[in-house]
């Protein structure tokens, strides 16, 4: 008998372990897509309808970047939030024990710009450099970026946006290639970005945890004083804060039209590494919140030993993230009942910012 005869137990064993990642991966799409479409729709109906969000309060925003040897890409990432037109923001540049001139650099581009703050520390990680920022921040809203990113012309007013109410307590943008990138890398990189755009939107819908962070994030200090600081022993600090902001009641919302414009992986062998990076950043926030998955002791076990490839671990968290969150959301609907908190319409007259009115006369109700 042939090794290769459909009846042969090596032909069955590779047809399962080919054939069962698609079909999760075919679930996990027909699932997301109608919850998808009714995340444009509601949507549309809101920004038809002008109800108010908290860009509606025109608050301040710090941005807090950490670099480490990104000389020659926080030139770029600066000028793009500044092209982005919101004028109530300060940037935070947090470097983190660069071995090149990253530091002159960003010293001279604060000379030059007094909205832009340069921070300095030993090399300690991605999550000890947040810290720093975030306690250096004043702005009412805290956003994380990385060095790499260029903002879209609308990325700051769009991720305001995201918070649609009171109780949304974080929201994730979205990431796009470079339209001067290659048709090959864009082609490569279009069907993971299309299927992850369209799973998160399906989260967000869903109330449920978010797969990815992205490449910007954005957390109210308030909420981030309530909440935080970031881990400093994960691989994706802001996955992680974002899943703890979940826990305590809050929305950790979706906001796909906040862009950021992100280097892709140009051969299917730096896509893969990519996938995995992501995934062990997901790994880390299951293995620190037990409730999720287990001990924290057992998940970093998993962690150290589990070897490459990991991508196919984050197909199967969005299917069971996806039917958890279902079983949510239709016990809400059963049992939904009242008003839920919102931002509502009062006259205008006082300066923006969540402790007055915003640009349209809104304040925040608790």
Not at 237 to 266: K, N, Q, T
Request: aromatic content about 6%; charged content about 20%; overall charge positive.
């Amino acid at each position: 008998m042939s090794w290769f005869d459909p009846a042969a137990p090596g032909a069955l064993i590779l047809l399962l372990l080919l054939g069962a990642p698609s079909l999760l991966f075919g679930l996990v799409q027909l699932i997301a897509l109608p919850l998808a479409v009714r995340f444009e729709v509601r949507a549309a109906r809101r920004r038809r309808r002008g109800v108010p969000t908290l860009w509606d309060q025109w608050p301040s925003v710090s941005i807090v970047v950490p670099v480490r040897n990104e000389s020659g890409a926080i030139g770029n990432c600066l000028r793009s939030i500044e092209l982005t037109g919101y004028a109530r923001y300060e940037v935070i540049l947090v470097d983190d024990g660069s071995t090149d001139n990253t530091a002159q650099l960003a010293a001279g581009l604060a000379a030059a710009d007094p909205r832009i703050k340069v921070l300095g520390q030993a090399a300690a990680g991605k999550g000890a450099a947040l810290n720093l920022g975030a306690r250096h921040a004043t702005g009412d809203v805290v956003m994380v970026a990385g060095a790499g990113g260029i903002f879209s012309r609308d990325a700051i007013d769009r991720m305001l946006q995201g918070f649609e109410d009171p109780g949304t307590g974080a929201v994730c943008g979205d990431e796009v290639s470079a339209p001067a990138d290659p048709v090959r890398t864009r082609a490569l990189a279009f069907p993971g970005r299309f299927a992850a755009g369209m799973t998160r939107r399906a989260l967000s819908e869903l109330g449920g945890l978010p797969s990815a962070a992205g490449p910007i994030v954005a957390f109210p200090r308030k909420v981030l004083a309530e909440i935080g600081p970031f881990r400093e022993d994960t691989a994706s600090a802001e996955l992680e804060l974002a899943w703890r902001v979940h826990g305590a009641g809050y929305r950790v919302g979706f906001a796909p039209c906040a862009r950021i414009v992100a280097g892709s992986a140009s051969t299917v062998r730096e896509l893969w590494r990519q996938r995995d990076r992501r995934v062990c950043g997901l790994l880390h926030a299951g293995a620190v919140h037990v409730d999720l998955a287990g001990s924290r002791r057992d998940g970093d076990l998993v962690l150290r030993r589990l070897p490459l490839p990991l991508a196919p671990v984050g197909t199967v968290f969005t299917a069971l993230s996806l039917l958890a969150a279902l079983g949510r959301d239709r016990a809400r609907g059963r049992a939904r009942g009242g008003t839920p908190r919102s931002w509502t319409r009062t006259p205008a007259g006082a300066p923006g910012g969540l402790d007055g009115l915003g640009r349209s006369g809104y304040p925040m109700v608790a």
